[in-house]
């Protein structure tokens, strides 16, 4: 499609909906960019995060008042996992301490443990490979596709192993995995799915919210996420029996009918739960969620509109299935080549000089020494044999992620909260930049 046509219709359209004509910026940027010296196109900050008010005030002050702090003696986090769980449409919710213990309690309930692999993507949290290497188990890296930060679902079949236990994708950046390749590649290999959804809250595939899917969904709502406790997590599942064992893991080893600080255990266990603050604070976010995430689609999409016209610039991909993005970071890459060599680093330093905060995201994670030194452990030797570790690092080849740590540039969620306007200042710093590109590369 002609690029300047698609522009007018998409122009149109934003009119059509009520938004006017003057609203629109002027596509046009002669002023210099402000690491030259030239104005920056902001000189306020982008909306603060958490976002609170009486909600969460009375909700705090009413639980501190009840007494009732934990969840064997207070109502706030059965409460909330009954609406999370209505929310997400999923049958059972856990409520956790924050989202490595809702994927360490599936992990747990899984049996997952020393001698097994879970094939993982790179291109994530650490706190996705720590949940595997704290239960000694062998994470499995899986490239990423370029194209959408995620997991490459495509090659997930030729890294298992009689040793696999668990499928992990992560559903990245608040998008979603390729999960109709990723559940057929389990099915077929009789694996459970693991969704690591702790950057998704609301996201869909086909319909459906993300972490409904695999055995077990777990979310996250550390203080970064876009529904936040400071800390706190859930996992989801449709299984109650999965649900029981999960339970009976991140409540010392003892199940849904012993009492919370009773003396009955079931399993091994560890003390995983979430407080009562954090929940009655979470049911009182919820109220902002789906507000929030149709702000940051909206706006995410009208600066997708705008970004993918400036050469060098390739916003994130989604899957065809990806039928809602819960945008926690808006990504893309950035292809130097296109501003006259000026490097990703020299790009992020000239947008904050504009006053708009990018990060480069995650380095290669698979590649971090400290892995490499787990891997060399006294416990992992024992488990795994030497000819087994040194075959891992043959295996543990991932080109296409180390090419996307090279050009990935993110913006946070709470960008997305701001207006319109602010999307189209953060195109036209981006404009500036590249037009004087040179002259920043000799600056
Ligand atoms: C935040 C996050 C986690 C861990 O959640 P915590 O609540 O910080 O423990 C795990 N995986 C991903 C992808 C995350 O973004």
């Known amino acids: 499609m002609n690029q300047s046509l698609s522009r007018r219709n998409f ?3 934003v009119t059509a909906v009520g938004v006017t004509a003057k609203a629109n910026p002027s596509f046009v940027s002669d002023g210099k960019p402000a690491a030259l010296g030239g104005e920056a196109v902001r000189k306020t900050p982008f909306p603060s995060w958490p976002v609170f008010d009486q909600r969460e005030e009375q909700a705090v002050v009413a639980t501190l008042r009840s007494g009732k702090w934990f969840r064997g ?5 059965t409460r909330f996992e009954t609406e999370y769980a209505r929310l997400m449409g999923a049958q059972h919710c856990l409520a956790t301490a924050n989202g490595t213990s809702a994927l360490l309690s599936a992990l747990m309930a899984l049996n997952i443990g020393p001698g097994d692999e879970v094939i993982v993507p790179p291109y994530t949290f650490i706190a996705s490979i720590n949940v595997i290497l704290a239960r000694h188990a062998l994470p499995v890296f899986v490239d990423t596709d370029l194209e959408t930060f995620q997991i490459d679902a495509r090659k997930i079949e030729a890294a298992i192993t009689e040793r696999t236990r668990a499928i992990m994708p992560v ?8 999960l109709d390749a990723i559940l057929a590649v389990a099915q077929k290999h009789k694996l459970p ?3 690591d959804a702790c950057q998704s809250h609301l996201a869909e595939w086909r319909n459906r919210r993300v972490g409904t899917y695999g055995a077990a969904g777990c979310y996250s709502f550390q203080a970064s996420k876009n529904l936040n406790s400071g800390e706190g997590g859930a996992l989801l599942t449709n299984d109650a029996e999965l649900h029981e064992r999960c339970f009976t893991a991140h409540n010392n080893g003892r199940g849904q009918k012993s009492a919370p600080s009773g003396f009955q255990y079931q399993s091994s266990g560890l003390n995983l739960r979430l407080g009562e603050f954090q929940a009655a604070l979470l049911l009182a976010q919820m109220t902002r969620l789906e507000d929030f995430a149709r702000t940051r689609e909206a706006n995410a999409q009208y600066l ?3 970004l993918r016209e400036i050469p060098g610039l390739t916003p994130a991909r989604m899957y065809e299935g990806c039928t809602r993005n819960a945008y926690h970071l808006y990504m893309f ?3 130097a080549r296109q501003f006259a060599g000026l490097t990703r680093d020299g790009f992020l330093n000239a947008l904050k000089a504009e006053g708009i905060p990018a990060a480069s995201g995650y380095g290669e994670l698979n590649k971090e020494p400290f892995l490499q030194n787990a891997l060399q452990s006294r416990a992992y030797q024992t488990a795994y ?6 075959h891992w690092v043959e295996r543990n080849h991932t080109p296409a992620n180390a090419r996307l740590c090279s050009e990935a540039v993110w913006f946070t969620q709470n960008m997305l909260l701001a207006s319109r306007t602010e999307m189209e200042q953060i195109a036209e710093a981006i404009r500036k930049i590249r037009k004087y590109s040179s002259d ?3 600056k």
């Open 11 to 13: 122009l149109s359209a």
């Open 193 to 195: 799915v693991i969704e």
């Open 440 to 442: 920043l590369v000799t």
């Open 171 to 178: 559903h990245l950046g608040g998008a979603a995995a390729d």
């Open 304 to 306: 997708t509109s705008m």
């Open 73 to 77: 003696n207070g109502q706030n986090v």
């Open 333 to 335: 890459r950035y292809d």
């Open 385 to 390: 044999g030497k000819a087994h570790l040194a």
